[in-house]
């Protein structure tokens, strides 16, 4: 059974940092892909960044202006979200997912997400 | 970034009830396009992928269709457990595989 489990998340105060991870089980980790995806209290969900299996290649939405960095860690099946210079609008749910890919090799959807974990950014 | 804009943005529906929900894109993206439903407090799960393709153990009361820039994803004799949100996301565009703002379907 494929299982992505988030944690890290909690309170932090404007200005902080977080780093974010996600413990993946039930299929071969360092074949696939990851993304983070985050939802504010209320609104629908925003993709954040994704990183190839083998970190090769890495994405970032443009909203994040670089404060955010993504990395796995193959030999431990982890994906990570370091979160820098946090601003009251990051506060969201923020989940891990896998990717999966159609038959012609091109990006398809993300096929199991995470529980999620709750940043709150306040002072 | 191509946009995803989904209709309406909520809806009130019954038990048995056949629901549709609207995605348009802002420019065409083939069938490259995705459902994914969320209840409250849950983490969103994959529908339908490639527009018309259920994914495995969803069930067939779900269907979608569509191609280019207008899709829609029909849900026949709605149950209790699919009042829920509803999200359309395209993949023609990626990594960026940006979202529509969400149907959620209620009593």
């Known amino acids: 059974e494929v299982q992505l489990v988030e944690s890290g998340g909690g309170l932090v105060k404007p200005g902080g940092s977080l780093r974010l991870s996600c413990v993946a089980s039930?299929?071969?980790?360092?074949?696939?892909?990851m993304t983070w995806v985050r939802q504010a209290p209320g609104k629908g969900l925003e993709w954040l960044s994704s990183i190839s299996n083998s970190s090769s290649y890495i994405s970032y939405a443009d909203s994040l202006k670089g404060r955010f960095t993504i990395s796995r860690d193959n030999a431990k099946n982890s994906l990570y979200l370091q979160m820098n210079n946090l601003r009251a609008e990051d506060a969201a749910v923020f989940y891990c997912a896998r990717v999966s890919y159609d038959s012609n090799g091109f990006f398809s959807s993300f096929d199991f997400w995470g529980q999620g974990t709750l940043v709150t950014v306040s002072s | 970034d191509i946009q995803m804009t989904q209709s309406p943005s909520s809806l009130s529906a019954s038990v048995g009830d056949r629901v549709t929900i609207t995605c348009r894109a802002s420019?065409?993206?083939?069938?490259?396009l995705n459902w994914y439903q969320q209840r409250p407090g849950k983490a969103p799960k994959l529908l339908i992928y490639?527009?018309?393709t259920l994914q495995s153990g969803v069930p067939s009361r779900f269907s979608g269709s569509g191609s280019g820039t207008d899709f829609t994803l029909t849900i026949n004799s709605l149950q209790p457990e699919d009042f829920a949100t509803y999200y359309c996301q395209q993949s023609f565009r990626a990594p960026a595989l940006t979202f529509g703002g969400g149907t959620k379907v209620e009593v």
């Open positions: 420019q065409s993206i083939s069938t490259y």
């Open positions: 039930g299929f071969t980790f360092s074949t696939y892909t």
């Open positions: 490639a527009a018309s």
